[in-house]
C-alpha cells in the first residue's frame, strides 16, 4: 500500500487528501478549510483532525503528513509565516500526533513540495542540484540533490538589489499587490533566480505554487542559463509531497 494522507497548511486554507505517493495521484476528494484569521497551533490542529477524519476511510489507519509554511526541526516549527507566532519552538509534531492518535509526519510546505516535484514529477531523476521554488503569498524552496532532499532552506528571505526580505518584492502575493503585469514581475523573477543560479549553479530550477499553473504566462520571462520548468503538482504539491514523506519516513 503507498497510500497516506496529505495536509497543507496554507496562508488562507487548509487542504487534505488521500495521496497515491507512487503516482502523486489524489486518490479522494480533496477536502478543505478556511485558515483561521490567527492560524493558531490548537485551532489549525483541530481543523486538521476534522479534515482526516473527514478522509478516513475505514480500511485501516493511513499515515498522515502535514505541510507547514515553518522550518521544522525534530517536530519542533521554529518559524512561523503566515501563521501565528506561538508556532515557533511549538512541539507540534507532538501536538498534531496526540490530537490524531497516530504519529504526524511534519515537513516544511516548500519541502514537501521539493519532495513531491522529485519523486514524481517534474524533478523526478534529475542529477546534480535541482532548486524547486513555490510562488505564493511567500517564495519557498526546496533543495534537492540526486534523489536526496536538502531540508530547511529559506530562499525566498535572501536580501537582493537593496530588498531585505526578496519574497515580499516578488512573491504571487507580491505581483497581485503592486499590479505588475507578467513582464514586469519577469523582471523581478529574473533577479531572484539569477542569484540563486550564482549562489548555487543548479542543474534546474522548478517552479511551483498555485501560479505554475499559468506558467505558459511568465516562465519565458525569466532570464537565466539554468534549465527552468513548470512545477508538475501546482497547488496539490504540499498535499502529495506531505504524505509521500509522511509514508518514507512513518515509525514501524
Ligand atoms: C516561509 C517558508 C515557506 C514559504 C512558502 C516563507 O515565508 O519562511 O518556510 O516555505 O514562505 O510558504
Known amino acids: 500500500m503507498a497510500q497516506a494522507i496529505g495536509v497543507d497548511v496554507g496562508g488562507t486554507s487548509i487542504k487534505a487528501a488521500v495521496v497515491d505517493t507512487l503516482s502523486g495521484e489524489l486518490r479522494s476528494e480533496r477536502v478543505q478549510a478556511a485558515t483561521p484569521a490567527q492560524a493558531t497551533p490548537d485551532e489549525v490542529?483541530?481543523?486538521?483532525?476534522?479534515?482526516?477524519?473527514?478522509?478516513?476511510?475505514?480500511?485501516?489507519?493511513?499515515?498522515?503528513?502535514?505541510?507547514?509554511?515553518?522550518?521544522?526541526?525534530?517536530?519542533?516549527?521554529?518559524?512561523?509565516?503566515?501563521?501565528?507566532?506561538?508556532?515557533?519552538?511549538?512541539?507540534?509534531?507532538?501536538?498534531?500526533?496526540?490530537?490524531?492518535?497516530?504519529?504526524?509526519?511534519?515537513?516544511?510546505?516548500?519541502?514537501?513540495?521539493?519532495?513531491?516535484?522529485?519523486?514524481?514529477?517534474?524533478?523526478?531523476?534529475?542529477?546534480?542540484?535541482?532548486?524547486?521554488?513555490?510562488?505564493?503569498?511567500?517564495?519557498?524552496?526546496?533543495?534537492?540533490?540526486?534523489?536526496?532532499?536538502?531540508?530547511?532552506?529559506?530562499?525566498?528571505?535572501?536580501?537582493?538589489?537593496?530588498?531585505?526580505?526578496?519574497?515580499?518584492?516578488?512573491?504571487?502575493?507580491?505581483?497581485?499587490?503592486?499590479?505588475?503585469?507578467?513582464a514586469e514581475w519577469g523582471i523581478r523573477l529574473t533577479r531572484f533566480y539569477q542569484t540563486l543560479e550564482h549562489l548555487l549553479s543548479p542543474s534546474l530550477f522548478v517552479v511551483g505554487g498555485g501560479i505554475s499553473s499559468v506558467a505558459d504566462q511568465f516562465l519565458h520571462l525569466i532570464d537565466v542559463e539554468t534549465p527552468l520548468v513548470a512545477a508538475r503538482f501546482h497547488e496539490h504539491a504540499g498535499i502529495v509531497g506531505a504524505a509521500g514523506y509522511a509514508l518514507a519516513h512513518r515509525e514501524v
Not at 493511513?62 to 503566515?82: C, F, R
Not at 530547511?152 to 518584492?169: A, N, V, W
Open 45 to 182: 490542529v483541530e481543523i486538521v483532525a476534522a479534515l482526516v477524519a473527514e478522509l478516513q476511510t475505514g480500511s485501516g489507519e493511513l499515515p498522515v503528513g502535514v505541510a507547514l509554511p515553518s522550518v521544522v526541526i525534530d517536530g519542533i516549527t521554529k518559524s512561523a509565516a503566515n501563521i501565528h507566532a506561538s508556532w515557533i519552538g511549538h512541539p507540534a509534531a507532538a501536538h498534531f500526533s496526540q490530537a490524531l492518535c497516530r504519529p504526524v509526519t511534519l515537513i516544511n510546505d516548500a519541502d514537501a513540495a521539493g519532495w513531491a516535484e522529485s519523486i514524481s514529477g517534474s524533478a523526478k531523476g534529475q542529477r546534480g542540484l535541482t532548486v524547486v521554488t513555490t510562488l505564493g503569498t511567500g517564495i519557498g524552496s526546496a533543495l534537492i540533490y540526486d534523489d536526496m532532499l536538502i531540508p530547511g532552506s529559506e530562499l525566498g528571505h535572501l536580501e537582493i538589489d537593496g530588498h531585505p526580505d526578496y519574497e515580499r518584492f516578488a512573491s504571487s502575493v507580491a505581483r497581485e499587490r503592486d499590479g505588475l503585469d507578467y
